[in-house]
């Protein structure tokens, strides 16, 4: 026995609690691992085949996992009609939270469930949705309701410390942190339990901005008050951090308004270096500047299903089969700073915006030259090596980092400033020459 099975045996022996012959276990744990079974994943196996589930830790969920154990807290639920096999169907979808973390999850039918429930779910399964993992309660899940103080009020060990916004991810729960409420708005939403109004808005500290949604009324949840909350947790909304505030989440005034001197750089929309940002799981109305470097293939001129908006190739949509497609523009760029490089997406307005072409004219060019592929040609010639100020929000995901603009407009940098400022942030002291050597 090697020194791998020679630890899981005795884990699996000690967690039966039973005589069972320990060569048995030996063998049949041999026999997974030599079919390339993962030692942790191989353990778990024979745990459920001998009858003892594992409770999993939320942080440690991965996409594909099935039949796992979890214990958790319910912090929001709500109640979404979707069309399956062309029938209407109530699912129900929120976020759940242990120790380590929240995750967002979605149950099939009603369980019955309500923010606050502490629950065992048995049999659940792990979906991937837009890059993360996602908590499934299927057809063979079995929900429990155990009593409310079986776990904590999600405590950790540092929940004495403010965090800035730039730091807060995905998946984080018991959140403390204070910032300044920007915009504030009240919108009414319907739940499994009938109409409910959330606030939601945009907070701001010196670090970063970013949205959030309390799903509880408060009346410090006011624009210009500076609020100091606890206990929030955070999830990612169409791929950017979000700060979400439930009936366990403690709001109150900041002793300290955070002032428009330390959210000047947000405020007056300068551009942030690409190396701030592109470690962070989001940024939400990020400002960047820098030199088109490349445009992708699949810029230009494009045609689109009717029903899925996918990009469709010879009137063929892969899911909906043969279509009459809409023509619509865009551009996929490179952008890079200095400091780093993202793709940046343009849609049909801001492409016209940039380039002057208008989807009648890019098709007027595609005619003429009876190539589609002739638009993405020209706006190639016209924008590489342009600089370009774009505002948006920035997603990492399985394409890369990505900033979708709401906002474009080509510029003209200070190439020698520019060069200036980089060679007195490396410390060069000496002078800056031109030319041979």
């Not at 699996?12 to 079919?35: K, M, Q, S, Y």
């Not at 009858?51 to 039949?67: I, T």
């Not at 010196?206 to 100091?228: D, I, R, Y």
Request: aromatic fraction near 4%.
């Amino acid at each position: 026995m090697n020194e791998i099975i020679a630890p899981l045996v005795d884990e699996i022996i000690r967690a039966l609690g039973t005589t069972l012959n320990r060569a048995i276990v030996e063998d049949e744990l041999t026999r997974l691992l030599e079919f390339k079974v993962p030692p942790e994943e191989a353990r778990r196996s024979l745990l459920k085949k001998y009858g003892v589930s594992e409770v999993r830790r939320l942080s440690d969920l991965q996409g594909g996992e099935r039949d796992i154990e979890i214990t958790a807290r319910i912090l929001d639920i709500n109640l979404k009609v979707v069309g399956i096999k062309d029938q209407e169907r109530n699912i129900f979808m929120g976020t759940m939270a242990d120790e380590t973390g929240a995750k967002s999850f979605t149950a099939w039918k009603d369980f019955g469930l309500e923010p606050g429930d502490v629950v065992r779910v048995n049999n659940a399964y792990i979906r991937t949705w837009q890059g993360m993992p996602e908590i499934n309660f299927g057809p063979r899940s079995k929900v429990e309701k155990l009593d409310r103080d079986t776990l904590d009020a999600l405590a950790t060990a540092d929940v004495d410390r403010a965090f800035p916004l730039a730091e807060l991810v995905e998946g984080a729960a018991a959140v403390h942190t204070i910032f300044r409420i920007l915009e504030c708005r009240h919108k009414e939403i319907t739940t499994k339990n009938g109409p409910r109004t959330i606030v939601s808005g945009t907070a701001a500290d010196h670090s970063a901005k970013l949205p959030f949604t309390s799903w509880e009324s408060n009346p410090t949840l006011v624009q210009g008050t500076t609020v100091e909350v606890k206990n929030a947790y955070i999830k990612l909304w169409r791929g950017v951090p979000t700060i979400n505030l439930s009936e366990f989440s403690t709001i109150s005034r900041s002793d300290t308004d955070i002032s428009n001197d330390e959210l000047s750089p947000l405020l007056n929309h300068e551009p942030v270096r690409l190396d701030s940002i592109t470690g962070r799981d989001g940024v939400f109305d990020a400002i960047i500047e820098g030199s088109l470097i490349s445009i992708r293939p699949g810029s230009g001129l494009i045609i689109r299903c009717p029903q899925c908006s996918r990009v469709i190739q010879k009137n063929t949509c892969r899911v909906h089969g043969v279509v009459e497609g809409i023509y619509d523009m865009r551009i996929k760029s490179i952008l890079d700073d200095g400091t780093g490089a993202l793709t940046v997406v343009l849609d049909a307005d801001l492409t016209q915006k940039v380039t002057g072409y208008s989807i009648e004219k890019a098709r007027e060019v595609a005619a003429s030259a009876m190539n589609q592929s002739a638009v993405e040609d020209e706006m190639r010639r016209r924008l590489l090596g342009r600089s370009m100020l774009a505002r948006g929000n920035m997603t990492k995901g399985e394409y890369g980092i990505t900033l979708v603009a709401d906002d474009a407009s080509l510029t003209e940098m200070d190439t020698a400033a520019e060069a200036a400022a980089l060679i007195k942030e490396m410390g060069y002291a000496g002078p800056v020459q031109s030319g041979g050597t």
